[in-house]
């Protein structure tokens, strides 16, 4: 079974400040793990993905994540928050060992980036 | 290149009555999801199929029925609808493993 926990339901930060969204996860597989965002009424956006390969992973828009197998975190970071990065961020690990490749959501993380 | 196409954007039905949720991909992925997204619930797991002719089940399947006859299209059937059934619906596509989702623009419906 695997899960995801996101610790953070809402994070507010000023414009300009880093932004961290904090995730840890649960897999009995060698997970993959993504960030998803969510901009209000609008569909799913992957922002990075972590499949084995380098455990620092860069994605859109500014965004990184590091995968810490020691601590099962996957926390996704932003040197400097943007107005435009307020939206609803998704942790999401794969099973990785069935053949359909199923993603279990964490609940989100609202971000709120103030002026 | 469209991606994944979703239709209708918004709904309203009553209790009892019957719709058909729209999902069109072309990008010749073989699997497809039906998600649904309830506040504060993150998104959970209705159907999924592998590829033409094969679907399966999610976490929460009750009260949805879906069929895949090609691989571009992937309805997701609602025949009684109950207020239960109000939620966000998406739609996603994936080449395969690790590859990670494209997401429709998903459906709101209300069941009253």
């Known amino acids: 079974a695997q899960s995801v926990t996101q610790l953070d339901s809402h994070v507010s930060v000023s414009e300009g400040t880093p932004v961290l969204l904090r995730c840890n996860y649960s897999?009995?597989?060698?997970?993959?793990l993504f960030w998803y965002v969510q901009h209000p009424n609008k569909g799913l956006q992957l922002l990075l993905k972590y499949t084995s390969a380098a455990t620092l992973v860069k994605g859109i828009n500014g965004f990184e994540a590091e995968f810490k197998k020691s601590e099962t975190s996957f926390h996704l970071t932003k040197p400097s928050a943007h107005m435009s990065d307020a939206a609803e961020y998704f942790c999401v690990v794969s099973d990785g060992g069935g053949t359909a490749s199923k993603l279990t959501f964490g609940t989100g993380t609202r971000l709120q980036v103030t002026l | 290149n469209a991606g994944v196409t979703q239709t209708p954007k918004f709904r309203i039905l009553k209790i009892g009555q019957s719709m058909t949720l729209q999902c069109t991909q072309d990008m010749n992925h073989n699997y497809m999801y039906w998600y649904r997204q309830d506040p504060g619930m993150g998104l959970k797991l209705i159907y999924y199929s592998v590829g033409a002719g094969i679907t399966d089940k999610g976490e929460v399947p009750n009260g949805y029925n879906v069929s895949r006859s090609t691989t571009e299209d992937f309805p997701l059937r609602l025949e009684l609808a109950a207020p239960s059934q109000t939620s966000v619906y998406f739609c996603?596509?994936?080449?395969?493993?690790?590859?990670?989702?494209?997401f429709g623009s998903g459906t709101r419906l209300t069941v009253v």
């Open positions: 897999s009995s597989y060698s997970p993959s």
């Open positions: 996603a596509s994936s080449p395969g493993a690790n590859y990670g989702y494209t």
